[in-house]
C-alpha cells in the first residue's frame, strides 16, 4: 500500500511539474545543469566541521545534484530533497541574456523577482542579477550569517551566484 501510495505522489508531482522531466523554460535552458560552485562550498563547509569530509562531486557530475529551469520552476535537487529557487511567472530571452519573473517560494515569502541570466557561448549559464518587485537590485545587498562570511558569502549575488553559476551536466 505504501509503495502504491509512493507512485501515485511521484506521478503527481511529475505531471505537475514538479519533478524533472517536464517542459523547459526555453530550448536553450533544457536538462541538468551542475553547480560546481556550490559543491566546492559544501565541501569547503563540510571540511570545516569534519576531520574527514567527503569528497567534492567532480564537475559537472548531477547524480546527487543539479538544477533544473522547469515551466513553473527553477528547482535544486540535492541529495533527494527538491528546492525551489523561484516560482517562475514569465521569461523573455533578450540576445544571450535570459530574464526570469517569478516569486520567491512561499517558505521564502513569496515575494516578486526577477533573475537575470547570461547563456555563454562555451554553453554555461552565469547568473547576472536580482530585482526586486521596486525594480531595484538585489546583487549587492548584505546580510549577516557568520558562516557564510566565513566563506565568503555577503551578499545576495554571491549566494544566488553559488546556486545559478552552472556547467551542462555530463551525460
Not at 141 to 166: S, W
Given at each position: ?43 569547503a ?11 567534492p ?82 546583487r ?32
Open positions: 500500500m505504501a509503495m502504491r501510495s509512493c507512485l501515485v505522489v511521484s506521478l503527481a508531482l511529475l505531471a505537475s511539474g514538479c519533478l524533472p522531466g517536464g517542459e523547459p523554460l526555453l530550448p536553450e535552458l533544457k536538462g541538468k545543469w551542475a553547480a560546481p560552485n556550490a559543491a566546492k562550498l559544501r565541501y563547509l563540510a571540511a570545516e566541521r569534519y576531520a574527514n569530509p567527503p569528497a562531486a567532480a564537475s559537472g557530475d548531477c547524480r546527487n545534484e543539479y538544477v533544473v529551469f522547469e515551466k513553473h520552476a527553477v528547482t535544486v535537487y540535492a541529495n533527494g530533497q527538491i528546492n525551489p529557487v523561484l516560482m517562475v511567472q514569465n521569461v523573455k530571452r533578450d540576445g544571450t541574456r535570459v530574464i526570469i519573473d517569478g516569486g520567491a517560494p512561499m517558505v521564502a515569502g513569496g515575494k516578486k523577482l526577477q533573475i537575470e541570466l547570461v547563456l555563454r557561448h562555451d554553453g554555461d549559464i552565469r547568473f547576472d542579477d536580482i530585482v526586486d518587485e521596486r525594480g531595484r537590485s538585489m549587492y545587498d548584505r546580510f549577516e550569517n557568520a558562516q557564510a562570511h566565513r566563506a565568503g558569502i555577503t551578499t545576495v549575488g554571491d549566494v544566488f551566484a553559488l546556486v545559478l553559476d552552472l556547467k551542462p551536466c555530463r551525460a
